[in-house]
Nanobody
């Protein structure tokens, strides 16, 4: 029913930029948090950034100053603008949407998009 589809990944050189998108299809309550996670080989999946429906944001220390998370509530789409990319940003990036209403719970993940940053 509900699907999250990531796009925008690819191969870039260090210092370059990418803009990831996550489109949500299907019916979900609009009071939610959307987030980007990433997982590199041999490492645990980690939170990169999150944004609520009212625009409250949170960033991992590694993302602060370089990445910007945003969302378009009318389009049910989330974005991650990544600038000044580093090789250590190489990972599969996943989007997630979680309900912020306890009595109407849900938790959905996308299938990920590969980001590779070369030296």
């Amino acid at each position: 029913q509900v699907q999250l589809v990531e796009s925008g990944g690819g191969l870039v050189q260090a210092g370059g930029s990418l803009r990831l998108s996550c489109a949500v299809s299907g019916s979900i309550n609009s009071i939610n948090a959307m987030a980007w996670y990433r997982q590199a080989p041999g490492k645990q999946r980690e939170l990169v950034a999150s944004v609520t429906n009212v625009g409250s944001t949170n960033y991992a220390d590694s993302a602060k100053g370089r990445f910007t998370i945003s969302r378009d509530n009318a389009k049910n789409t989330m974005y991650l603008q990544m600038n000044s990319l580093k090789p250590e940003d190489t990972a599969v990036y996943y989007c997630r949407v979680q309900s912020l209403i306890v009595i109407v719970p849900y938790d959905y993940w996308g299938q990920g998009t590969q980001v590779t940053v070369s030296s």
